[in-house]
Protein backbone atom coordinates (compact mmCIF):
# COMPACT_ATOMS: atom_id res chain seq x y z
CA UNK A 1 0.00 0.00 0.00
CA UNK A 2 3.33 2.04 0.69
CA UNK A 3 5.75 2.41 -1.67
CA UNK A 4 9.53 3.72 -0.33
CA UNK A 5 12.43 5.14 -1.95
CA UNK A 6 15.62 5.88 -0.08
CA UNK A 7 17.89 8.54 -1.25
CA UNK A 8 20.84 10.37 -0.33
CA UNK A 9 23.54 8.01 0.77
CA UNK A 10 27.17 8.38 -0.24
CA UNK A 11 30.68 8.07 0.79
CA UNK A 12 31.71 10.60 3.15
CA UNK A 13 34.85 11.11 6.04
CA UNK A 14 34.27 10.26 9.27
CA UNK A 15 32.98 13.64 10.61
CA UNK A 16 31.11 14.61 8.01
CA UNK A 17 27.15 14.64 7.23
CA UNK A 18 24.45 13.56 5.34
CA UNK A 19 20.82 13.44 4.85
CA UNK A 20 19.07 10.57 3.74
CA UNK A 21 15.07 11.22 1.67
CA UNK A 22 12.96 9.10 1.83
CA UNK A 23 9.59 9.31 -0.93
CA UNK A 24 6.77 7.75 -0.03
CA UNK A 25 3.67 7.34 -2.02
CA UNK A 26 0.24 5.79 -1.17
CA UNK A 27 -2.40 7.15 0.35
CA UNK A 28 -2.30 8.00 4.53
CA UNK A 29 0.91 8.79 4.51
CA UNK A 30 0.17 11.28 7.18
CA UNK A 31 -1.30 8.45 9.19
CA UNK A 32 2.19 5.82 9.12
CA UNK A 33 4.86 5.85 11.82
CA UNK A 34 7.99 5.94 10.37
CA UNK A 35 11.68 4.78 11.06
CA UNK A 36 15.01 4.64 9.71
CA UNK A 37 16.67 1.17 9.65
CA UNK A 38 20.25 -0.24 9.19
CA UNK A 39 22.23 -3.07 8.18
CA UNK A 40 25.92 -3.57 8.53
CA UNK A 41 27.56 -6.34 6.79
CA UNK A 42 27.34 -9.01 9.28
CA UNK A 43 24.94 -7.90 11.49
CA UNK A 44 21.36 -7.62 12.26
CA UNK A 45 19.22 -4.88 11.19
CA UNK A 46 18.67 -2.55 13.86
CA UNK A 47 16.35 0.51 14.07
CA UNK A 48 17.79 3.68 14.28
CA UNK A 49 15.05 6.45 14.53
CA UNK A 50 11.27 6.13 14.52
CA UNK A 51 8.92 9.27 14.19
CA UNK A 52 5.51 9.64 15.20
CA UNK A 53 3.07 10.64 12.65
CA UNK A 54 2.69 13.83 13.39
CA UNK A 55 6.24 13.93 13.84
CA UNK A 56 6.04 15.28 17.51
CA UNK A 57 7.54 12.34 19.22
CA UNK A 58 10.87 10.83 17.92
CA UNK A 59 13.56 7.80 19.19
CA UNK A 60 16.69 7.28 18.29
CA UNK A 61 19.18 4.59 19.58
CA UNK A 62 21.78 5.11 22.14
CA UNK A 63 24.94 5.18 19.66
CA UNK A 64 23.34 7.64 17.57
CA UNK A 65 21.45 10.58 20.41
CA UNK A 66 22.96 13.70 19.50
CA UNK A 67 24.08 13.19 15.84
CA UNK A 68 21.27 12.17 14.21
CA UNK A 69 17.82 13.64 13.78
CA UNK A 70 14.74 12.34 12.21
CA UNK A 71 12.14 14.47 10.49
CA UNK A 72 9.04 14.04 8.36
CA UNK A 73 7.11 16.31 5.84
CA UNK A 74 3.83 15.37 5.46
CA UNK A 75 2.82 17.65 2.34
CA UNK A 76 5.65 15.83 0.87
CA UNK A 77 5.29 12.35 1.80
CA UNK A 78 9.01 12.26 2.99
CA UNK A 79 10.84 11.23 5.75
CA UNK A 80 14.20 12.34 6.01
CA UNK A 81 17.49 11.41 8.35
CA UNK A 82 20.50 13.98 9.23
CA UNK A 83 23.23 12.73 9.96
CA UNK A 84 25.97 14.74 11.49
CA UNK A 85 29.38 13.66 12.84
CA UNK A 86 29.45 10.63 11.12
CA UNK A 87 31.54 7.38 12.38
CA UNK A 88 33.19 4.70 10.79
CA UNK A 89 30.96 2.65 12.55
CA UNK A 90 27.45 3.86 10.92
CA UNK A 91 28.55 2.49 7.89
CA UNK A 92 25.67 0.38 6.53
CA UNK A 93 22.88 0.02 4.15
CA UNK A 94 19.69 2.49 5.28
CA UNK A 95 16.18 1.78 4.94
CA UNK A 96 13.27 3.37 5.38
CA UNK A 97 10.25 1.97 6.75
CA UNK A 98 6.56 2.25 8.01
CA UNK A 99 3.99 0.60 9.87
CA UNK A 100 0.56 1.71 10.89
CA UNK A 101 0.62 2.35 14.20
CA UNK A 102 -1.87 0.01 15.18
CA UNK A 103 1.28 -2.83 14.24
CA UNK A 104 3.99 -3.80 15.70
CA UNK A 105 5.98 -4.68 12.46
CA UNK A 106 7.26 -2.69 9.95
CA UNK A 107 5.04 -3.75 6.96
CA UNK A 108 6.83 -1.42 4.29
CA UNK A 109 10.14 -1.02 3.44
CA UNK A 110 12.32 0.55 0.98
CA UNK A 111 15.39 -0.99 -0.91
CA UNK A 112 18.12 1.18 1.12
CA UNK A 113 20.94 3.76 0.33
CA UNK A 114 24.47 2.59 0.74
CA UNK A 115 25.71 4.52 3.56
CA UNK A 116 30.19 4.78 3.83
CA UNK A 117 31.81 6.77 6.54
CA UNK A 118 35.88 6.61 6.00
CA UNK A 119 38.11 7.02 8.63
Known amino acids: QVQLVESGGGLVQAGGSLRLSCAAS????????LAWFRQAPGKERERVAG????????NYINSVKGRFTISRDNAKNTVYLQMNSLKPEDTAVYYC????????????WGRGTQVTVSS
Open 26 to 33: GRTFSGYS
Open 97 to 108: AARNPGRIEYQF
Open 51 to 58: ISPSGDST
